[in-house]
């Protein structure tokens, strides 16, 4: 036989074998090294299963790696190895046989036509759109977010809320993730792949998530707030960001500025009295992307341990921290929805007392979250 032929054999029986996981070595034995008996996936049983399933596997060093990120192509060989075990190889690249099943179901894939974009990590949005095309629904964007989590295929980040929010689906993929997935997918019976349909499915038949109540709130509303102990009638405009877990409204005469990043969700309420906007007196909430100690939180906003206050006013509140400095009023309140932490801070010119208590009073008054509707 010809040596370099049986080489070139040899080559493809390894490849055919570590390809689900993305090239890597399987493990006969479930346990890792990185993997402690604590973590999530480990706890509720995804990575074990997908080890068993042949779905992913470990690597030569003991270890699994689970929040390294995973890549568009490792994910989709995964999903279609569910459904088909042994796919016939083509080429020398180990991704084109999982392409070209791709192309021929019409999934939306960048590596379908951009061989580079296969080996970059994909987003947690990008799957919903994949699972919700794997089961006969072509959504993109929330609406492929919400199928998923309405159809319980998946269930956010933030344990016990189910918002688009809690979902990240601009985070990447990591390992852990990926295998919970598969796991759902399959243990709901759907292991048979479906096209993509020609048309996008209309939005009207998407599942509602448990937040779906604050979509009745009217988006304008006249309310009375006491100014300097005088009934004043004031329009409030309702706050409502797709995907944040929570509504409210604030007065006509501030601005909200709203700003997401990696670090996480803001919105900053700016007195804007007469027309005059004032970047001193403001509302701030924060809402942090990663479960960060409280206590850092606090330090990072200079607020000290003298400054804590008495939580019997704001119950919500787990810490209360208030304090006067040059001429200004700080107040800083900690809370926690779920397992998320999140920050609301009060600052402004003492003059503007009168004037930004009753407002804020309101906008806190008028808060539900999403997930529930309950108030704060």
Not at 195 to 220: H, I
Not at 313 to 318: D, Q
Request: hydrophobic share 35%; net charge positive; aromatic share 12%.
């Amino acid at each position: 036989m010809d040596k370099s032929k049986m080489k070139r054999g040899i080559a493809c029986s390894i490849a055919a074998f570590t390809l689900l996981a993305g090239g890597t070595t399987w493990a006969q034995d479930p346990s890792f090294t990185d993997v402690s008996s604590s973590h999530w996936a480990w706890k509720n049983g995804a990575i074990s299963w997908g080890v068993k399933q042949h779905v992913i596997s470990g690597y030569g060093d003991g270890t699994f790696k689970p929040d390294k990120a995973t890549t568009e192509a490792e994910f989709l060989s995964m999903l279609i190895g569910l459904s088909i075990p042994s796919l016939a190889k083509t080429g020398n690249d180990w991704t084109e046989p999982y392409y070209k099943k791709a192309q021929s179901l019409r999934y939306p894939l960048a590596g379908l036509n951009n061989t580079k974009a296969r080996h970059m990590s994909i987003t947690r949005e990008k799957v919903a759109e994949l699972i919700a095309v794997i089961n006969g629904a072509y959504y993109t964007g929330d609406d492929a977010i919400r199928y998923v989590l309405g159809k319980k295929l998946a269930f956010g980040k933030i344990p016990g809320v189910i918002s688009i929010a809690s979902y990240r689906g601009k985070d990447t993929l990591t390992r852990a993730e990926a295998v919970q997935f598969l796991k759902n997918v399959y243990e709901q019976g759907r292991k048979k792949l479906k096209p993509r349909p020609e048309q996008p499915s209309d939005p009207a038949l998407l599942p509602s998530l448990p937040g779906d109540n604050d979509q009745n709130r009217p988006t304008t509303k006249e309310e009375t707030v006491y100014i300097e102990g005088m009934p004043e009638k004031m329009m409030f405009h309702l706050f409502r960001q797709q995907g944040w877990p929570f509504t409210t409204y604030y007065p006509s005469d501030m601005i909200a500025n709203t700003a997401s990043s990696g670090e996480g969700d803001s919105v900053r309420m700016i007195a804007n009295f007469g027309g005059k906007r004032n970047a001193d007196a403001f509302l701030h909430i924060f809402f942090p992307s990663k479960n960060i100690h409280p206590e850092e939180m606090i330090r990072a906003y200079d607020y000290k341990a003298e400054h804590e206050q008495s939580t019997k006013e704001t119950p919500w509140a787990s810490k209360v921290y208030a304090y006067q400095a040059n001429g200004k009023f700080h107040r800083l309140l900690l809370g926690k929805h779920g397992e998320r932490y999140f920050i609301i801070q009060i600052q402004y010119p003492m003059e503007y007392g009168d004037g930004m208590t009753p407002r804020i009073a309101k906008i806190l008054e008028e808060w539900r979250w999403s997930d529930s509707g309950n108030p704060l």
